[in-house]
């Protein structure tokens, strides 16, 4: 043993498996080898890697274990409703920016983000409903609720305000929403209203579009135990945003933010950390649903 009673340091750096017998050559080591990872990754890549830690902690929520039952179904998506519903407004509010909404129309120079939008707001706002008809993903969620027998009160009178033109405040105030889903959409909304349309792209991609696939699949396991026949369009609903999600729309907004921020590392840094945020936004929520649903102590 070494003078001072220390041993000599081993580390194995897992890539090579080799033993270093200095521990600062192999931190190093590591450290090198990591920069050629990131150096060989896209700017898209490396900022997915950076949230991997939030976005597992989101994937291992407690709250889809508390989806037990029917009655625990509901209340879950009684709040999540809003963000069904505020997912819709960034996605139009990223229209409204990158597509001429107005009249009379002229070209936007951008003509790849507008078609990679456009896409996306086509099976978002007019997918198939199962049915035979078109429909928007809200309101499949909605008619979803209404057959799980799912209370609807609070997001329609919540609407009902907005389309009455009344403030958002006071439309929260008459629905009666919780203050967790108040918080989480007032925050979309301050994204949407600060207009940075890399920001913008990354609360999107990040917290919504590519992140709702694996929260997705945590609830569809739970339905096996809680569905009693009245779960079918949640189901058909979730199988949908599954398959658009995962299978096109993540890999579309992904383009999306890659077109909007090119080589600006500026652009690249507010994208995110509006990614970072977004996933805290959704984490608060599921901590506050999660809380309502334990049981009284």
Sequence with gaps: MPAGGLSTAICITPPYGREVEDPVDCQNDNDHHERKMLDSMSRLEQV????????????????????????????????????????????????????????????RQNGLASRLLNEICLGEESDEDGQGGYCSHFSLYHRAMCEAGAETRQVDAFLAELKADEPMSRAFAVSGAAPCVQEFVTKTFGVIEAGQLCAMAGYFLFGREDLLPDLFRQIVLQLNQVSDGKLSRFQYYLDRHIELDEGRHAILAGQLLETLCGDDAALWNQAEEAACDALRSRQALWDAVSESLAPPS
């Design 48 to 107: 997915h890697q950076r949230l991997t830690p939030l976005r597992a902690e989101l994937i291992d929520h407690s709250v889809y274990q508390q989806l037990v039952d029917l009655p625990a179904l509901c209340r879950f998506m009684e709040s999540h409703v809003f963000a069904v519903w505020d997912f819709m407004c960034l996605l139009k509010a990223l229209q409204t920016q990158l597509c001429w909404q107005d009249i009379p129309w002229f070209p």
